[in-house]
């Protein structure tokens, strides 16, 4: 695997890997293309989901607009970023077309409306990400972020369309976009599919472990380097190229 980067940036050599901080990687490094998937694997607290926003204000756009999954009835994250991004919020898929605004958005965000009532607001979830999953398979030339896809999979059991997405979203130009804090329970095709993968320092052995998974690169090596990696750090690891680096806060 090449450690090095190929780039004119000014990124720093730390045992043996090339480091960059956080603007300079998103500006000079970071290249993504429509339908590749971005896994991003990190336990409560990494700051995946602000990378993966981050991530998302750098390459999403009218042409290749993203749609934000959101499980939560409150988010305040979701909230601040659905602003920054200049995000359509809505409630159910497909949105409704706005007189007030008549220029297509960077992306929605979909946050369904909740009643508090656990089943009712679970098959409500399942019905609107399933329709916005489905839909952006089949048009194509879409971002899907799932900001925790244990919950897509275990609790809303949205399994087959994370599978489907993954499998052969890239052939339509849709990535999908996945993050989790717990790596030991997700589907292994968001290790072997995700072309831009994110691996944060996990005290839990069992997530390390998992890394064997990631196929292409020497896990032991990934293990060591992620080991050492300070809060809101991550190793970048891009399947083309290969590549890899250390993302600085």
């Not at 450690?3 to 050599?13: I, Y």
């Not at 839909?135 to 244990?150: A, C, L, P, Q, T």
């Not at 691996?199 to 992620?226: Q, T, Y």
Request: glycine fraction near 8%.
């Amino acid at each position: 695997m090449n450690e090095t980067p190929e780039t004119e940036g000014s990124g720093v050599v730390v045992n043996g890997i090339t480091r960059f901080e956080r603007e300079e990687f998103i500006n000079h490094y970071f290249r993504y293309r429509a339908g590749e998937h971005v896994s991003l694997l990190g336990p409560t607290g990494s700051g995946k989901t602000t990378l993966a926003y981050q991530l998302l204000n750098a390459v999403s756009k009218p042409e290749l607009p993203g749609i934000v999954l959101v499980m939560k009835p409150r988010d305040k994250t979701a909230a601040d970023w659905t602003k920054k991004l200049d995000y359509q919020r809505v409630r159910n898929w497909p949105p409704v077309a706005s007189i007030w605004r008549a220029r297509k958005p960077r992306g929605w965000t979909l946050w369904p409306k909740f009643t508090f009532d656990p089943d009712l607001d679970d098959d409500n979830l399942y019905r609107e990400f399933k329709k916005a999953m489905l839909d952006s398979y089949r048009k194509g030339n879409r971002i899907i972020f799932g900001d925790e896809v244990y919950g897509l999979s275990k609790e809303l059991g949205l399994d087959k369309e994370l599978i489907t997405l993954w499998s052969r979203g890239r052939s339509m130009g849709t990535g999908l976009w996945a993050a989790t804090q717990k790596p030991t329970h997700v589907p292994l095709w968001m290790y072997s599919q995700a072309e831009h993968l994110f691996l944060h320092n996990d005290p839990d052995e069992r997530a390390r472990k998992r890394f064997d998974e990631i196929g292409g690169v020497d896990p032991n090596l990934v293990r060591d380097i992620v080991a050492k990696l300070e809060k809101h750090e991550w190793l970048y690891i891009r399947r083309d190229g290969p590549a890899m680096c250390i993302v600085g806060k």
